[in-house]
């Protein structure tokens, strides 16, 4: 765990330099991994799994959040969402036979994560959704899939440098995240808003003194302004992505895991790291090993 964290440590910093250097994390290659879609994919699951009912229909619902560049990131009018987590997305459905296309994607907010799975909203969560014990306990979280930390994004010039600092002061980040419970126990005074761009839009006017998530999200605000916004202090937490499917649909785990763990060793998940929050040149982190399903 702690080697991780090191190393997302020295990825973090050299990040910020080189997406602030290239500009808008959002736009990224639309197709960075060539998913040929599985034929006669229904025939290759047993009868009664999901996989099966999911290939047969070819259709699958995949929430992704939009307004984290680099990540999971789609403007109004924009047809498939960009960024990190879609490319997972898109991988999954192709080993279903189900292309880009036909899947349906659909916005998700930290806060609407578990309720969506739990009523069926979506078939898959991938929307920067870090494993914990506590969301384990009412849904599914396959992975890890990537592994990032908590940080801290400030307008250029702040008093606040790093994680120390944040001791009575205003910090936003969102409600439904495990950001908000962490900086908290740092002594920050917390704001939770729905999405992260309601927060960054606070910080930009100076109404609070910092963001806090993951730095992956954060690279990707701060890419988008790097003459007003930056990234500052070393990661303070652990956060592992894991893809999240239902309780009662338990068989998405190996399917899920098999999957991502095919793309880690055949480059597709590299590529699509690149393609995505690598865009401007940042290492390609070493792949996560991936839990075993229980
Ligand atoms: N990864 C953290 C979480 O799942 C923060 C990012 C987010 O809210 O999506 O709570």
Known sequence: MYIRQAKWAALAATAVLALSACGNAGEEDKNPVNNAVEKNAASKFEDGTPMKALAEAGKIKIGVKYDQPGLGFKKAGDGIPVGFDVEMGKLIAAKLGIKADDVEWVETISDNREPFLQKGTVDLVIASYSITPERRQVVGQAGPYYVTGQQLLV???????????????????????????????????????????????????????????????????????????????????????????????????????????GAQDDGDWAKAFEATLGKSGVETPAPPAMDACA
Do not use: H, W
């Open 155 to 261: 307008k250029k010039g702040s008093d606040i440098k790093s994680v120390a600092d944040v001791k009575g002061k205003e910090v936003c980040s969102v409600t439904g995240s495990t950001s908000l419970d962490q900086v908290k126990a740092k002594g920050a005074k917390t704001r939770g808003f729905e999405t992260y761009s309601q927060c960054r839009d606070q910080v930009l006017d100076g109404a609070i003194g910092a963001m806090t998530t993951d730095g992956s999200i954060l690279l990707g605000y701060a890419a988008e302004n790097p003459d007003e916004l930056e990234v500052v202090g070393d990661p303070f937490s652990t956060e592992n992505y894991g893809i999240g499917y239902a309780k009662d649909k338990p068989e998405l785990c190996q399917f899920v895991s098999k999957t991502i763990k």
